[in-house]
């Protein structure tokens, strides 16, 4: 196949356990504290000292400093989005408003980093076949761009409804697609045969999560099923690199060439849009959304009952 090598019926209906594994994990955790205190805190301390060190040590393919920066900084997320959630003052704080652009912003900078790092890098690397080449460059610059077009996080609020959920309205559709076809190339580019369950299932996971289940809440959404899949395959890593579910990448220069040409002419087409909305409307959006005048805007608005500090219709 184009992205991958064969792909077993098995391994399908396993994709399929994994989106759906991801999803539940992220319900439970969206409504109940107590249930998101016992996966993104206690367990983790307790992998931390016991299964980690033996699972995700030199020579793994989950041992890179990548990984490790990568599930406490996701769990950091979680944790960070439930202060938020739970504490009414914090929902409100123009400082503890800017944690969760500046978490996603770190979390893009990790893999922007490990892009260009991996650029040269051919053959196997920490348990893992590395294809280096000018598309690790492309989508690093294309996670650049996706950083720059965050924007409206001081019109983050909490909904009103039984879950509390973290709700931040200028985070839209367009912008979501963008850093999905990114990070699916980012994945592909430099953890190419995990991706096709750490590229595709999680990053698909929180996607349906945030366009059918719970509009608005994406970041929340993605930070709880990226922290669950990192603890998951830090634990197992055979699951991904050497179990009969195990699916390899097809390392095809094309195909490389296509998912990073993919993800940065999509962010440019949002860098685009978005700064010329910026100087349009002379939006400032370190103090505002940009796309507060779009009917999705609105719409997620309306449906949680609650209007945003920096409404500007």
Known sequence: MFLFESIPWYSVLMWFVVLGGLMLVNEMARRSKGFSIAIFLVLPI????????????????????????????????????????????????????????????????????RDFQCSNLNGLVDGVVMVGGPWNIMNGIAGILNIITISGWMGIFISRDKNKDMIWPDMLWFWIIAYDLWNFAYVYNCVSDHAFYAGAALLISCTISAFFIKKGAWLQHRAQTLATWMMFVMCFPSFVDTSMFAVKSSH???????????????????FIYHYYKIFKYRRNPFKTEVHSDLKAYKHIVASNNEFSNTLNA
Do not use: D, Q
């Open 252 to 270: 095809n220069e094309t195909a490389l060439w296509v998912v990073s040409t993919l993800s940065l002419a999509s962010n440019v087409a949002v």
């Open 46 to 113: 307790i992998l931390t000292f016991t299964v980690w060190r033996k699972t995700a040590g030199p020579g793994s393919s989950v041992g890179t400093w990548f990984h490790w920066a990568k599930v406490y900084s996701a769990l950091a997320g979680c944790l960070g989005f439930m202060a938020i959630r739970y504490i009414k003052k914090l929902s409100t704080n123009k400082f503890m408003l800017a944690f969760p652009a500046f978490i996603l912003a770190l979390n893009i900078t990790e893999a922007v980093i």
